[in-house]
DNA sequence: GAATAAATTGTTTTT
DNA sequence: CAATTTATTC
């Protein structure tokens, strides 16, 4: 094996073949690249690939990893398990999972799906949801589950007050429930293995003996059931490496467990412990900045990355008047990067929640910077191409009442909510799934829903036995076209209903180009990959767009231009972790993540006035811009009206005619621009006398201009002569305004 | 049973 | 505010 390559720590952990290792791999410090070497040196070590594990979180970092060793090998790696840590455990569950139980035609319910269960249960044992909400439920229930505890286990070390008991109560039926609909959600697939392993230990020996050498990445994100999978595999050939960085743990919300890295050695008193450092992702100063932020966490391992790369340019921070000001420098800097040569596809827009993501987007769109959204809404969920895997779902897995209730109505065909109800306690009774019901109707069911039941059930045998008799790709156009699915969209001549016609091509298209690759596979083999997949995984590299995503999506991405949006206090840090040390620490860890996935250039943002759930909030700028230290950073509030003020005075030098001299635009009580409390950003304007007499700038239709206000836009047309010159002028955060050029704030920028 | 109007309610992050 | 859930009418 060829490792001249590697860096000596690099090197070093490639040729630790034996016994526990933990790599400590900073941020951009080529941790991807030390592992499949090592895994590619262990091929070269006679190691047959069969006998390797790499657990990941992520398929996109399985996918990449199972690549790269590919390259470094051949094709030699078919027989490796390259893949994430729920993936693996449905594989080993679909072999074994009736030894405890269950059909191996299982389902894998999403956040969704568990979501309808447990509505059901709350519903059924007439609980209020504001005593007890769904969300709080799943969060218990995943929260004991990734402890490995039982529903009785789990009220044993509770309180044990009332209230405890009523959750007990759901939590016993939402496991019975899920046992009858065949169904596993997240955490079980986990859970279920460990039981299996536990009962079967002829199945964990098998499992043993086959996985003699494991690699886990993202050690730091490992929650309690995985760090017990990964040491019930290894216990005994004691080989086990895993790589994770302390400072990267983000996931602690989750049940991520941070303490499974920081003990490692405790574990393991004979690990070999390797550093990895240098980092070769960062500008010196990007890297000065999150080794800054980061160092005022308590809680870490010692160790401090350092680079041989040049300082760069200095981080960009701006303080906007509100989110769509934010909004607007950003796609204004988008622009110029652009147009200096930077492709759309080197940058990236990260915010800390979802929900922030809407004025980016409108503003992008706004000024026609192409942009995808990652997170936040999925294709997968998008009630259409649910709709079209229920349907799927159904036939392969009858006990699937969730999915079938899901589509019993849909597209419409006469079965409402109360036959739906007499056809689900009919099933209760009878002890015996809805779709049996479908058959076995109840006599209170009256002639008109019997015969549309009757209907529904004729349809669905028809799917099943087409599903045996045709292969994956032509039986889910037959699906389609039987079921109506896109034809309900049709008739409508709105742009929703195109929209979900597209998207039902588009699942069609992928089950197409599934088979296309699997000509083997299954119904089942295609729920499972879907099951497992987020959109995440879908991003293409160097796509002719920028990409928006959290910034806990953007964890082991890299982007030569990234813009952290929405640094304010309350906002990043999420105000929910004020309160908690622990969650400060985490939240901090979150914005060294972010920090460095910048490669070239940061760009930081925040707004002094913020519209949350439709009240404004005056935010003060983020703690962590104050831990970067002010020789890294170039404040652009001051650097943009710098920039209007050259422009004037070169533009009012060059002016063939007189300047046209305009009253001094006082500012008033109420505007905007002199709300009280302004520390950063256009109160300096005051001082440095932006506000007094400016000459009226010359425009013509596709001039770029700045506005002190609404930033950058571009002028659609003039009309008027002289001081009554009106300009329509498009910008890009806030649309379409009719300006007085006499009086507007305005500069023209030069190209 | 379905279409429409009214009312409610929520916002971290996700494999 | 917008999206979802519930009430009302046909």
Known sequence: MNLTMLNPQQRLAAETLEGPVLILAGAGSGKTRALTYRAANLIDHGVKPWHILCLTFTNKAAGEMKRRIATLVGEETEDAWISTFHSSCARILRRDIEKIGYSRSFAIYDDDDTASVLKGILRQLKIDEKYLSIKEMKGRISAAKNKLLTADEWFAQSERDYRSQIIHDVFCQ?????????????????????????????????????????????????????????????????????????????????????????????????????????????????????????????ERKDKSLWTEKAAGEPISVFCAEDERAEAGWIASKIRHLNLGGAALGEMAVLYRGNAQSRVIEETLMRSGIPYRVFGGMKFYERREVRDVIAYMRVIANPSDDISLTRIINVPKRAIGDSTVQELTRHAQEQQMPLFSALTDLPDTLSVRPRKCVTDFFALMSELMLAQTTQPLDQWIDTLIEKTGLRKQYETEDTDEARNRIENIDELVGAVHEFVQKNPEATLGDYLENIALVTDLDSREENGGYVTLMTMHSAKGLEFPYVFMSGMEEGVFPSGRSSNSPERLEEERRLCYVAITRAMKKLFMSHARRRTIYNTPNYNAPSRFLEEIPGRLTKDESIAQLDEMERSRTRGAARASRPATVRPAAVMRPGDPLSIPGVQKGFVRSESRGLNVKTPMPTLREGDRVMHRKFGEGIVLSTRGTGSDTMARIRFIAYGDKELALSLAPLVKLEE
């Open 174 to 298: 939402y496991e019975q429930r899920m046992k009858t609909l065949n169904a596993l959600d997240f955490d079980d697939l986990l859970m279920k293995t460990l039981e299996l392993f536990a009962d079967h230990p002829p199945v964990l020996e098998s499992y043993r003996d086959r996985f003699q050498y494991v690699m886990v990445d993202e050690y730091q994100d490992t929650n309690y059931a995985q760090y017990s999978l990964v040491n019930l595999l290894t216990s005994q050939s004691r080989n086990l490496c895993v790589v994770g960085d302390d400072d990267q743990s983000i996931y602690g919300w989750r049940g991520a467990d941070i303490r499974n890295i920081l003990d490692f050695e405790k574990d393991y008193p004979d690990a070999t412990v390797i550093k990895l450092e240098q980092n070769y992702r960062s500008t010196a100063n990007i890297l000065d900045a999150a080794n800054q932020v980061i160092a005022h966490n308590e």
